[in-house]
């Protein structure tokens, strides 16, 4: 992830924000047709018209709108999350509590939360110690004692969000760290595993007893915790720096159209050397990527052991392979540079979905975000999903090349307008949770207008929950919906019809009550329920009315 450091049983849901979004509606004709959007030069402008919503009239209403809308949320470096390193419990709690409001009230449906940052945990752990960004010291326990990352699962999913546990694959101490590592720290008790790279320190991907060890690590909070999905991000081999010892190269990355300097190579030599003494007969390029490769694998088979439900993802950088990639782009190759081959991983089917990290504006030409999208959707050829990242925490931020508050806006209507990517990510929460630039308006008021379900993964299950049971009574000022618990279910997908118009809903399958607001004073009569499990299937429909 490139860094941008800028800082119950009854529910009662208001129908009057459920407007009906037409980008998802792709099998239901009254959805209109996006506009294809041309690539114009590098500071071009490139407007991107935003059709009106749909209106959904009938005696049925469509088939659920189903787009995946997440939000990382980075612990590294205080980017999100905690605000401080040393905030007391119920300051980071209160914090979690507001960032899953506002990603509700938003209508995004998951947040993606960063769990290992460097070898380190912000969760309990007899593999890791605790991260210095949670408690203001390697090593160091909450005080009074709690487990972050219960909290946010329990949290997430009693407002019907999915949580997905981010772990950094390789990365051993940040360049933002300023505490001594804890003794029980992998660089303390393997050091001949971690590597310094520049100001960082960095797990050896050729060394066995690392790839181990994360492995390890994912597998644990994958056993241990109801998470959603586990998700890595772009750091494998690290981003090269230029010698002398810089920071980091992730910016340099993306800003430059290529990376063409002196450069400071990776300590690697030990690892390589015995993989040469073994009788291996890959270069070092390709054993490089070999090793990440098996880690790829290793994690997904393993979560398919532990928990089939558990969707896999991955966000590596969004420039592909350079004999591969389409006319006219250029950039940095993380093929090359990084050594993630995620084209293979995709063709092999070694994740659930990717969501590469398309971080530059529609009418930069030599990465367009339109070209970027459809090469990754033509290497999709198992047919996993590919919801792409969104470089969110651009829109406004002061530096030389900000994204006008539009962009992201203009990003996600060119994303709709292609099928097969049925979902986003935003880089990061900040800007929504800051309405940088009128960002979160917008989104709120054009592109997230009603709820979503998460695309379904039939790949990890089709076999679809029994349809609840559904009884209304009209209440004050609302429709109250009783649902019967439909076994397997986690989300109840409801349409409610406001005079001859239908508008959509989620709730948590844990809620057995849901009242539907008035609408500008028009009362819903009618409604439509389905139950939806894990992996997204789709029970048969029940229904109600006055």
Sequence with gaps: MVLAFDRNKRLLLSAGSAGVLAALMSACSTSPKRPEVPVAGAGATVPVPHPEPPRYTGNEPPAAPREFRAAWVSTVANIDWPSRSNAPPAKQQSEAVAILDRAKALNLNAIVLQVRPSADAIYPSKLEPWSEFMTGRSGKEP??????????????????????????????????????????????????????????????????????????????????????????????????????????????????????KPELPFPDEPSWQRYVRGGGTLDRAGWRRQNVDKLIERIYLGIRREKAWVKFGISPFGIGRPDRRPRGIAGFSQYDKLY??????????????????????????????????????????????????????????????PFGPDEIVQQI?????????????????????????????????????????????????????????????????????????????????IWARYGDEWRFTTAPAGKNEVVLRDLAGVPARAVVVTAVDRVGNESARASAKV
Excluded: C
């Design 143 to 260: 005080s009074p004692m709690w487990d972050p990352l219960q909290f946010w699962v329990d949290q997430a999913h009693a407002r019907g969000l999915e949580l997905h546990a981010w772990f950094n694959p390789y990365r051993a101490r940040h360049a933002a760290a300023r505490t001594p590592l804890a003794k029980e720290h992998f660089a303390n008790t393997n050091p001949q595993a971690v590597k310094t790279y520049g100001k960082l320190l960095w797990m050896d991907p050729g060394e066995e007893a690392a790839s181990q060890r994360t492995l390890d690590v994912i597998l644990d909070v994958v056993r241990r915790y109801d998470i959603d999905g586990v998700h890595i991000d772009d750091y494998f081999y690290p981003y090269p720096i230029e010698a002398p010892a810089s920071a980091g190269g992730e910016a340099v990355a993306l800003d430059a159209p290529s990376w063409q």
């Design 340 to 401: 993630a081959d995620a084209e293979l991983w995709l063709q092999k089917g070694w994740l659930d979905y990717l969501a590469p990290q398309l971080y530059w504006p529609i009418a930069q030409a030599p990465q367009a975000y339109p070209v970027l999208l459809d090469y990754w959707l033509a290497q999709n050829t198992r047919g996993r999903h590919v919801w792409p990242g969104l470089f969110t925490s651009r829109t406004a931020d002061g530096s030389a090349k």
């Design 413 to 493: 209507d060119v994303t709709r307008s292609r099928p097969a990517a049925r979902g986003h990510v935003h880089f990061s929460i900040a800007p929504l949770m800051q309405n940088r630039g009128g960002l979160y308006d917008r989104l709120k008021t054009q592109s997230y207008q009603s709820a979503a379900l998460v695309p379904a993964s039939p790949w990890l299950g089709d076999r679809a929950p029994e349809a609840p049971t559904v009884a209304v009574k009209r209440g004050d000022g609302g429709l109250a919906v009783a649902i019967g618990t439909a076994k397997n279910a986690v989300t109840y997908a």
